[in-house]
Structures are given as structure tokens and as C-alpha cells.
């Protein structure tokens, strides 16, 4: 039904729809993290819909479980798109590295993010084999600083590579306060190519984190469309 909603050009879809099937719940079951099932359909969409060949951006991944689905809707969609991300692995109570991270945890905060970095690795090394993203540890504002430079850099699996260029589709998911989400959108703005799509997580209504601040200012913005709310916000650049 759906489909042929999109189809006759009634595209903006507000009710939470899942598209969970076997191998999302296999993936769920062994990859850690936060996953909103909603993102599922707005992942499937954009990647069916990507208007070129040209990378595809994820900033925050955490232990890869998005890395994986987004290779995964590649990969059923017949797309040979690349994926770069970026995460410094740096949570909240970095500044306290050497501490525990509560009183009677078995691990530091410095051990934790170790792990948390190491799981990634392990993660996409093993569910995305087929296009292993190119992961560069540094949070997003270096990161689009290197892109827009055309840096040549060693991702965390020590593969040297080039960054630059536009951009089909970005997944928005490091730091949700406001100013951070406003600059990786405008950060991801620059490169976005027409037609290319933006997914912001933890941005529904009825979230109070900075991302949901930010949908209002997008909605008014006329170089952009919202193609869904599933509750997360899915825009296309016009």
C-alpha cells in the first residue's frame, strides 16, 4: 500500500512503519546498539531512491549495527555505493579515562570505549565484509574538515583512502544536542548532491534531544523535502 502511495507522489509518511525481517532480527540479536525500527524503512527508501553511485556518510557507529543495516539494504538493493563513517568513540565521562565508570564496575571509562571500538571492528569486519566502510576515528567536525580538503587518510583498519567528493545519502547520528546536529547538517549540506537524501536519528517529535529543534528549521527550508516521518525525519535535497 505503501508503495503505491510513493508511487502516485504521496510521499510523506508519518506513522511508524517496521520492515524487520529474519536477518535484521539474526543481526540484532549479535550487533550491540540503539536502533530505532522505524529507521529500517527510511534506510530502505533512500538507498532504493539514491540518485548516484557517489559514497554514502554515517556519523556515530557506536558497535556497526547501522553500518551493517545500511550494507545490508545495499546489498538487497543492488547498489554499489561506498560507505564512509566517522566516530571518535568518545562517550559521555571521557574527560574521566582512567576512572571506573561506577563504583564497583569492573571497567574504565578507557577500557570501555576500547571495547566499544574494538566491537565495531569485529562487527562490520564480519556483517559487512562485501563493503567494508571506510571508518575514520575523529568526531564529525574534523571529519568533514579532512572530506573537504580530499584528505588521504588510514581508516581504523588501516586502509589508506581518499575523502572528498559528493555525497548520495547521510545517516546523522553523533552528538544529538542542537549546535552539533545543526553543524553536521550543514557539514553534510555542502557535499549532499541533488537529489541525495538525510536521515537524522532521535529526531521525532517526541524527542527532546536538540535534533527534533532542528527538524522545524529543515521543514522551512526550501532546498529540502521531507519524503518521511517514521518518526525519525528522512529529507531529500531538491
Known amino acids: 500500500m505503501f508503495q503505491d502511495l510513493i508511487k502516485k ?67 538487497k538493493n543492488n547498489k554499489k555505493n561506498s560507505l564512509f563513517t566517522s566516530d571518535k568513540w568518545m562517550f559521555e565521562g571521557a574527560e574521566k579515562q582512567e576512572e571506573f565508570l561506577h563504583v564497583g564496575a569492573p571497567c574504565t571509562h578507557k577500557e570501555y570505549r576500547q571495547f566499544v571500538k574494538d566491537s565495531f571492528k569485529r562487527n562490520v569486519s564480519f556483517f559487512s565484509k562485501n563493503n567494508l566502510p571506510h571508518t575514520v576515528e575523529v568526531f564529525s567536525d574534523e571529519f568533514f574538515e ?29 552528538n544529538h544536542t542542537y549546535d552539533f ?19 537524522f536519528d532521535d529526531s521525532s517529535d517526541r524527542q527532546s534531544l536538540g535534533c527534533s529543534r532542528l527538524m522545524k528549521e529543515i521543514m522551512q527550508n526550501d532546498a529540502y523535502e521531507l519524503v518521511i516521518k517514521n518518526p525519525n525525519y528522512l529529507f531529500q535535497k531538491k
Not at 33 to 42: Q, V
Not at 63 to 74: A, E, M, R
Not at 185 to 192: A, R
Request: contains cysteine; negative net charge.
Open 146 to 174: 579532512m572530506w573537504n580538503e580530499k584528505r588521504v587518510v588510514n581508516d581504523v583498519f588501516d586502509r589508506e583512502v581518499e575523502l572528498g567528493g559528493p555525497v548520495s545519502f547521510c545517516f546523522i547520528d553523533g
Open 9 to 75: 507522489g504521496i510521499q510523506k509518511i508519518y506513522s511508524k512503519i517496521d520492515i524487520s525481517d529474519e536477518y535484521i532480527e539474526w543481526l540484532c540479536f549479535a550487533n550491540a546498539g540503539m536502533l530505532n525500527r522505524g529507521n529500517l524503512y527510511c534506510f530502505n527508501y533512500a538507498i532504493e531512491h539514491l540518485p548516484s553511485n557517489n559514497p554514502i556518510v554515517e556519523i556515530g557507529s557506536f558497535c556497526g549495527l547501522s553500518t551493517n543495516i545500511i550494507n545490508y539494504y545495499l546489498s
Open 181 to 199: 546536529a545543526k553543524r553536521d547538517f550543514e557539514n553534510t549540506d555542502k557535499y549532499l548532491e541533488k537529489g541525495g537524501f538525510v536521515l
